[in-house]
């Protein structure tokens, strides 16, 4: 059978798309995915986060992980299956996990939380997770107090073989500012030791936030908390729009997690509605169009 040059070059057109259309598709869809803290949703370490991100209409959640023995503890099969059934059912993905039980019970010196990160590691294996947010907030807060800041180095050390095993990433986030982040950092010598970035944490603190993510850069980052305190999103003093030029700027388009950003007399369903149309209308508009 002969092929016209018409059908040859429309079979070719067909085998392109195949291979290459679909990727390029996926790869034009907006970045910076939208989710929240699921403490910040009323519903910290339950699945019933998932429902109230749905009511929201946000992508997904970062979920608690806690000491053992929780009544939704991850490190138990059902409960997994509970937390992966729920996010099937609402189309709201898992963004990542977060361990704010070490703000109480301090990653630096209580002897458990070691073998806790090294269970979450496991549990994000299990789960197909990426990274686990560890807090340094409250009784954890290692500012100014370099023993506690090198024995994190010291046990991080020991997890981060296990951590890039399994391709996962730990992520500090600390009142420190991004000389004593790079510190820790460059001692642990480590991809899966990485920064979770909180602008309004840092903001506060005094930091200059801009200069901080252009010293990290997209390979020290592994997560951002988009949040503020007391107004909402683009109401306060922190600048978003400078916040996305430099986020592009340093190739950063992954998941933008809402925290905080409430204030008094609205739902937290009808602040995070606004919050979220907020970060879709910046982040989703190039800067050239904005």
């Known amino acids: 059978m002969r092929i016209s040059r018409r059908l040859m070059l429309g079979l070719c057109g067909a085998v392109a798309w195949r ?3 679909h990727r390029a598709f996926a790869e034009s869809a907006p970045a910076y995915p939208i989710g929240a803290c699921d403490w910040s949703l009323g519903a910290r370490q339950t699945p019933r986060a998932f429902e109230v991100a749905k009511e929201i209409g946000l992508d997904g959640v970062q979920v ?4 053992p023995g929780e009544e939704f503890d991850l490190r138990k099969p059902e409960v997994r299956q509970q937390y992966q059934e729920a996010s099937r059912r609402t189309g709201v993905k898992i963004a990542s996990l977060a361990m704010g039980i070490l703000n109480s019970i301090p990653f630096a010196s209580d ?3 070691e073998e806790w990160v090294s269970d979450c590691i496991d549990v994000m294996a299990a789960m197909g997770q990426k990274i686990v947010l560890l807090a340094f907030f409250g009784k954890g807060d290692i500012r ?3 023993d506690l800041q090198a024995e994190v180095i010291r046990r991080l050390k020991r997890l981060a073989p296990k951590a890039e095993k399994a391709g996962v990433i730990l992520g500090i986030e600390s009142m420190l500012n991004v000389d004593d982040h790079l510190k820790i950092l460059d001692a642990v010598g ?3 030791v990485q920064v979770y970035y909180d602008v309004a944490n840092m903001h506060y603190a005094g930091y200059d936030i801009f200069a ?3 010293r990290l850069g997209r390979e020290r980052i592994c997560q951002v908390h988009t949040k503020e305190y007391d107004h909402l999103l683009g109401q306060g003093p922190i600048d978003f729009p400078k916040i996305r030029d430099v986020l592009q700027e340093i190739g950063y388009t992954d998941w933008l997690i809402l925290e905080a950003a409430t204030v008094n007399g609205r739902s937290i369903v009808d602040c995070y509605r606004e919050n979220a149309r907020y970060l879709r209308s910046l982040f989703h508009t190039s800067r050239e169009s904005s």
């Open 19 to 21: 291979f290459t259309g």
């Open 190 to 192: 480590s991809p899966a």
């Open 111 to 113: 002897p458990r939380t």
């Open 64 to 67: 608690s992980f806690g000491s």
């Open 144 to 146: 100014n107090q370099p």
């Open 212 to 214: 901080e993510l252009r």
